[in-house]
T-cell receptor, first 111, second 111 residues
Framework: NAGVTQTPKFQVLKTGQSMTLQCAQD?????MYWYRQDPGMGLRLIYY???????DKGEVPNGYNVSRLNKREFSLRLESAAPSQTSVYFC??????????FGDGTRLSIL | KQEVTQIPAALSVPEGENLVLNCSFT??????LQWFRQDPGKGLTSLLL?????REQTSGRLNASLDKSSGRSTLYIAASQPGDSATYLC??????????FGQGTTLQVKP
């Protein structure tokens, strides 16, 4: 999925620490999304951005903040990590009305 | 609230079998429905996208159908191969591109 790049690929945090998950696209699409994937629960939308400078809450936004300062990047921030935020996080973009392109994910463990 | 359910959660078949994966959704007011494939430790790859006005889409050995009125979609895989082993996810989309995912069906095709 060369079009959407997520960093880091893996991260271990202690409870209460903060961190930012980065997502960058090499395309020029307006819409970008952050999802989390937990065992047995599929993917759930955290936040999305319909265009540069705009963001909206998804299904599970509590404990997260996002930033879309430019068209290329959409970051997800955990201000005070909790064990319940242990998950795999996926970023995606959407080229118009075509299927979303997903990054390879960030695997986050919070101890 | 839209809910998406996939049955079965797991499926094991011998190579060469034709198989059907099921997806149901509670709210028929969808923009489109997508089927994704996810390999272990990887992101999602879009397989087929069916617009709300369409009944089916085909790609190679894959055929997806959509019945909006009954809130159902099926993914048909013909002549299954070991390389088809993966988790298959369906997701319904609003016109903003927000996806609601099912929990997935994990498929194992035995040689």
């Amino acid at each position: 999925n060369a079009g959407v790049t997520q960093t880091p690929k893996f991260q271990v945090l202690k409870t209460g620490q903060s961190m930012t998950l980065q997502c960058a696209q090499d395309m020029n699409h307006n819409s970008m999304y952050w999802y989390r994937q937990d065992p047995g629960m599929g993917l759930r939308l955290i936040y999305y951005s319909a265009s540069e400078g705009t963001t909206d809450k998804g299904e599970v936004p509590n404990g997260y903040n996002v930033s879309r300062l430019n068209k290329r990047e959409f970051s997800l921030r955990l201000e005070s990590a909790a064990p319940s935020q242990t998950s795999v996080y996926f970023c995606a973009n959407r080229p118009g009305h075509q299927p979303q392109h997903f990054g390879d994910g960030t695997r986050l463990s919070i101890l | 609230k839209q809910e998406v359910t996939q049955i079965p959660a797991a499926l094991s078949v011998p190579e060469g079998e034709n198989l059907v994966l099921n997806c149901s959704f509670t709210d028929s007011a969808i923009y489109n429905l997508q089927w994704f494939r996810q390999d272990p430790g990887k992101g999602l790859t879009s397989l087929l996208l069916i617009q709300s006005s369409q009944r089916e889409q085909t790609s190679g050995r894959l055929n997806a159908s959509l019945d909006k009125s009954s809130g159902r979609s099926t993914l048909y895989i013909a002549a299954s191969q070991p390389g088809d082993s993966a988790t298959y996810l369906c997701a319904v989309s609003s016109n903003t591109g927000k996806l609601i995912f099912g929990q997935g069906t994990t498929l194992q095709v035995k040689p």
